[in-house]
């Protein structure tokens, strides 16, 4: 998975950006989506698409984002439908409440 170079600018919209998810988005999921579009650039269906095995969900993530995808997939776990195979699988309706999560925290690529 790709991730942005660190800079001092970059650390600040880190900082921000974690702010900001923590303040506007409650679930545990849509969270994470946002905290890996962030850091990546990509799109929320290529976000859904990204398997990781558990050992190293974390591992690629800055620390202020480890407990957004930790806690996605905790809650992935207690409440995955079989058949859902990633940390960030999202029911068709919940693209569009990912969205206005990103556009709520100001996050939103332009």
Known sequence: ?????????SVRQDSVAADRI?????????????????LTGCTTHQATLIRLPEAELTGWAPAWAQPLVAAASRYQQLTAASGQSSVF?????????????????????T
Request: some cysteine.
């Open 89 to 109: 699988s999202l029911m068709p309706r919940e693209y569009e409440a990912v969205e206005e999560a990103l556009l709520g925290c100001r996050l939103r690529p």
């Open 22 to 38: 923590h303040a506007h988005i409650a679930h545990p999921v849509h969270a994470a989506i946002v905290a890996v579009r962030f």
């Open 1 to 9: 998975m790709a991730r942005k170079k660190q800079t001092t600018d």
